[in-house]
């Protein structure tokens, strides 16, 4: 396959009329500046592709569903919880697989070409394993394929209720109850990771509330699965960070520190509650963030800090969470606005950098979000790396602009309208990929509530 695009972005900067050949696999072969030899003539521009790094993919099935209440009545995560749990014991195989279908085509059409698969919902819906205990796993897995994205699927270790508290009945479907269940679990799940070239395994706890703690230090720093990413609810509310003070005498993030040996293979998904010392402590460990803005609005979680995280040289990716938002444009201006409205400053992103506010936020949420997937990669495009690409109509504001404003234009302006189309491993999805698909996931959403 060869496409050759009007423009693209690199890290160094941008290019023109580029053509990039690829093999059968999406492996990039050849990259040519100027060239005259064609190819496919993809009219636009061309970013890397976006990394979505934390997905619960049955949660789209519930957008929306959550905001209607009965007058005078208070709601807050809690139990906007109560519906998410609701919609998790009523999913059969089938439901969820339909539903992460469509969601993957969407984010497709919304130029993410990988996902991390924050998978916790394992058993049936009395509480039992399946005769594959990797069942739902291999349904995610088969939602990726059937879309073409890449998924890194995190089975998750839910083990409590709460710290110091046996699971609920509601949370029935995502119980590990020991360790060997869970390495059961999460090796099934590894295995069948093997059966699509597109997916890859990491390592999960649902929170510090949800597993005995050694066992958290154990899994964190002591399992054989020592090379592959590692991922954690962490500090996402108030309730959360004096539930673990209670218990432990520390707050989530300060416990962390103080019992793991944090490193860059760990992503502290939200992470919105710290201290100073939290802060300092989570960039100087090398540990990423992912940031999950429209969720953390929706659910009215908080700000994250992020003007001191990035002081401190700390490293942030996105994710859309309960998928109440697709639009990784709109995640990250969302992401800025908070800090503007609260700092009343601009300029948060890359004030101590290079002062482009569009590519720096673009750059990190790219190779900060390739980590959570286990790509260390830092190059945008490289020969030996795989083509994945969201591509922009040149057209309307885009196509006025100098190539120093194209991003930011982009990051706050731009919408689904402008793409032209995301090329995941070498193959080019147009944004009606996965029409087809919509009837059956309204029939599921229909059915189930
Ligand atoms: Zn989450």
């Known amino acids: 396959?060869?496409?050759?695009?009007?423009?693209?972005?690199?890290?160094?900067?941008?290019?023109?009329?580029?053509?990039?050949?690829?093999?059968?696999?999406?492996?990039?072969?050849?990259?040519?500046?100027?060239?005259?030899?064609?190819?496919?003539?993809?009219?636009?521009?061309?970013?890397?592709?976006?990394?979505?790094?934390?997905?619960?993919?049955?949660?789209?099935?519930?957008?929306?569903?959550?905001?209607?209440?009965?007058?005078?009545?208070?709601?807050?995560?809690?139990?906007?919880?109560?519906?998410?749990?609701?919609?998790?014991?009523?999913?059969?195989?089938?439901?969820?697989?339909?539903?992460?279908?469509?969601?993957?085509?969407?984010?497709?059409?919304?130029?993410?070409?990988?996902?991390?698969?924050?998978?916790?919902?394992?058993?049936?819906?009395?509480?039992?394993?399946?005769?594959?205990?990797?069942?739902?796993?291999?349904?995610?897995?088969?939602?990726?394929?059937?879309?073409?994205?890449?998924?890194?699927l995190i089975p998750i270790f839910y083990q409590k209720g709460g710290f110091g508290m046996p699971p609920t009945e509601k949370q029935k479907r995502f119980i590990s109850f020991s360790e060997e269940d869970y390495l059961e679990l999460f090796e099934k799940t590894a295995k069948a990771t093997k059966k699509y070239k597109g997916a890859n395994i990491a390592l999960g706890i649902h929170s510090l509330r949800a597993v005995e703690l050694p066992l958290v230090q154990l899994m964190a720093n002591h399992w054989d699965y020592q090379n592959i990413p590692f991922h954690i609810h962490i500090s996402e509310q108030l309730k959360e960070v004096n539930d673990c003070i209670d218990y432990t005498g520390k707050r989530p993030v300060e416990w962390m520190l103080d019992h793991v040996e944090m490193s860059q293979r760990f992503h502290l998904v939200h992470a919105t509650h710290l201290t100073e010392s939290e802060v300092k402590g989570i960039a100087q460990s090398g540990a990423h963030v992912v940031l999950c803005p429209s969720t953390e609005g929706n659910l009215g979680d908080g700000i994250f800090p992020l003007i001191d995280f990035q002081k401190s040289g700390g490293k942030w990716s996105i994710g859309t969470d309960s998928h109440i938002g697709l639009n990784p444009l709109e995640e990250l201006r969302t992401l800025d606005y908070g800090q503007r409205l609260t700092s009343h400053k601009r300029n948060i992103f890359a004030s101590d950098t290079t002062g482009n506010t569009g590519e720096f936020a673009i750059q990190m949420a790219t190779l900060s979000g390739r980590k959570a997937m286990n790509d260390d990669s830092e190059e945008y495009f490289s020969v030996g790396s795989k083509l994945n690409a969201v591509v922009y109509y040149e057209k309307e504001k885009l196509a006025a602009r100098k190539d120093e404003f194209i991003a930011s234009t982009l990051v706050y302006s731009g919408d689904i309208r402008w793409n032209a189309g995301t090329i995941v491993n070498g193959r080019f999805y147009n944004p009606s990929h996965g029409e087809e698909h919509e009837e059956k996931f309204i029939k599921v959403l229909k059915k189930i509530m």
């Open 1 to 152: 396959m060869r496409y050759t695009f009007k423009k693209l972005l690199q890290k160094e900067g941008w290019k023109e009329n580029i053509t990039i050949s690829c093999d059968e696999d999406g492996v990039i072969t050849e990259i040519v500046e100027n060239s005259n030899d064609k190819g496919q003539q993809i009219d636009g521009i061309a970013f890397p592709g976006f990394q979505n790094a934390h997905s619960h993919s049955f949660q789209y099935a519930m957008c929306g569903l959550a905001e209607v209440h009965p007058v005078h009545t208070q709601d807050d995560f809690w139990s906007w919880r109560e519906n998410m749990y609701h919609l998790a014991l009523r999913l059969s195989p089938d439901d969820f697989e339909t539903i992460a279908t469509q969601l993957y085509y969407e984010m497709i059409r919304h130029g993410y070409t990988h996902v991390a698969e924050f998978h916790y919902l394992h058993h049936d819906i009395s509480g039992n394993k399946y005769n594959n205990i990797a069942e739902m796993g291999e349904r995610l897995i088969s939602a990726a394929q059937k879309t073409g994205i890449n998924i890194t």
